[in-house]
């Protein structure tokens, strides 16, 4: 039955081992666009590509904030990015990054595809809404684009709107938050609002919130302001069951190595470029989906669609020539996966395995077995008489049976009493805490019992007596 349960157990482990591990080979618990994510919506085979290159070396990325400003011969990629979520960064990480790139480092942002503007609309004022409350009309709608699935597109990457698990997860880091409660929801307004005492003036801001506001927006960095862009999404042609129809990216630099078309599937592209932005490749309308500027020593690259870096593209549409100018004269590619969520917190285990403990590991896990054997068996073998078969065992006393045992051999019951009061004597302190009559009543008794035949003393009387005598105030 033992041995049942214990193969039961190991088939069971390695059932549920070898679950995990297809589960991780996979990869789809992973977000999309993550280098760990093997299927088609991953970047592993990017990743595991540019890894293989001799003299070139890939790393993945998994701290909260962004850190290295050695840029020189680093190519950073940042890959399924939130257009909401990289707007603003915090300024110490943007100035980071700002240094990484004028050092001579690259920058690729590929952002995830959309489908539809994410940007809230506009919203009217109070006046406008009550006017419109008492007068019985309502208010104009903006036209909403049709929420259409791109998964009816070309591609299997684009089955989404917005991924899910992602949104909620900034690319290098989502620091806009603080910045977007300010400008959406301000303290002061909801303070006053709350206030009874300062009906009528909710529409007044509070001039000491401002500071704070002004404030706390010093310590974050508008990217899009800062490097000169700003996102637009096309209305794009759909077919007869409402799919969104993506049609190809032209190329524009004047550069024979790339591709003359490239595969997008997204509505969103760029547009308010300032000057140092060179359009690489464009839709229709003047709608650029990839573009590029130089900052120092560095450039930046922005792509609208993550779908040429996937593992989908890499079967389907592989471009070695696009692959090799993204990453331009970069040798170390550094894949960003802290803006997908997937942040390294060290514990005792990394520690561990950072610091390569597992001998130690091993050694206490020695110990802890030696101890548990050593108190469940003992490592000396049995004595032959202790074997079974060799009689039945006697039960013995304990030490206190035994100690009365040897008295009563050792002594004889007339000479109890002396033998005590001797003992008792040799604790001088005991004995010299006593009175003068306390000592000389006991030395009396004791002699009167020693004059007399031993089978005329009386121990068990004597013993009350002196008893009385140590009880007794002087």
Known sequence: ????????????????????ELRFDRGDIYPPYSTLRTDPLGASVLYESLDGVPGVSAQRYFEETFKSDDGHAHALFVLGAQADSINELSRSEFDTIQRFVFNGGRVVIAYYPQVSDWRPAPTMDTNATDQAANSGKRSRHHRQQPEADAGGSQSETNRASSPTGVAGTNSLRSTNVVSKTWRL?????????????????????????????????????????EWGFDFQFNHLDTNEDGQILFPKARLMAASPDLPAQLAIHTTLCFTNLTNGWVTVYQRDQKAPVVVERKFGAGSVVLVADSYPFSNEAMFKDRSAALLAWLLGSGREVIFDE????????????????????HGLVLSLLLVAGLFVWKNSLSLVPPHPETEAGAGPVVMGRDSASGFVNLVRRGIAPAELINVCFAEWKKSHARFAALSPAQRR??????????????????????????????????
Request: glycine content about 4%; hydrophobic content about 35%.
């Open 185 to 225: 929801s301000p303290r002061h307004t909801r303070r006053h609002q709350n206030s009874p005492e300062d009906q009528g003036q909710q529409d007044q801001p509070d001039q000491q919130d401002e500071d704070e506001l002004k404030a706390e927006l010093l310590k974050y960095a508008n990217v899009p302001k």
């Open 338 to 357: 802290a803006h997908l969520g997937l942040v390294e917190q060290p514990g005792m285990a990394t520690l561990m395995r950072r610091y390569q403990l």
């Open 441 to 474: 009543d006991l030395e009396q008794l004791i002699q009167q019992q020693a004059a007399l035949e031993p089978h005329l003393r009386k121990p068990v009387e004597n013993y009350r007596v002196i008893s009385q005598i140590l009880q007794r105030r002087t």
């Open 1 to 20: 039955m033992l041995c049942a349960s214990l193969l039961f157990a190991a088939v069971f482990v390695l059932g549920l081992v070898r679950l995990f």
